[in-house]
């Protein structure tokens, strides 16, 4: 993780249940000397809060658009940032960058940004395999986004084991 130091990482926590995963990457990047900055869908903001992400990276959290003091934000991240990692991407958050929507913090910037963007999966197996959510993948795919997972294991609902679950931050 030495290589990575210094560098500026801005971390998307889309809503699902994985968000819980996010705050291991949020501490594991920043004990790397990671500089980073969080964005919290307000999906997200329902499963971890923004307190938690502000102690793990000693940075305020974005949690919208119209957030005070924070106008115009999503393009001077999209512009500083040397990594977006979106963790956990849910199939809501994969169906709106594919579709090139901005109607929230995180999805403005995922327009605004020019630095590379990874995109953790994770959802119900069903969900994941569905012929819409493979296409919005494929074509983020295709523009150059890098998809990381997701994993196969017991998901969230106790249903048996599938591919859905979000890669352990490790």
Not at 90 to 119: C, E
Not at 130 to 139: A, C, D, K, W, Y
Not at 143 to 155: D, F, S, W, Y
Request: hydrophobic share 45%; aromatic share 4%.
């Amino acid at each position: 993780m030495s290589r990575i130091a210094g560098r500026h990482v801005v971390l998307g926590v889309s809503g699902g249940i994985a968000a819980y995963k996010t705050c291991v990457v949020a501490r594991r990047l920043t004990g790397a000397g990671v500089s980073v900055e969080t964005v919290l869908t307000a999906a997200a903001a329902e499963f971890v809060g923004p307190v938690t992400f502000e102690a793990l990276t000693g940075h305020p959290v974005v949690t919208s658009l119209w957030q005070s003091g924070r106008a115009l934000d999503h393009v001077r991240l999209g512009r500083e940032a040397d990594l977006v990692v979106v963790a956990p991407a849910t199939a809501h958050l994969i169906a709106r960058f594919a579709q090139g929507m901005a109607d929230d913090f995180l999805t403005a910037l995922l327009l605004a940004v020019r630095a590379p963007v990874l995109l953790c999966p994770a959802m119900n197996d069903r969900m994941y395999a569905h012929p819409e959510t493979q296409t919005n993948l494929s074509l983020l795919r295709s523009r150059g986004v890098e998809v990381l997972g997701p994993a196969t294991g017991p998901l969230a609902e106790g249903e048996a084991e599938g591919p859905g679950r979000m890669v352990e931050p490790e």
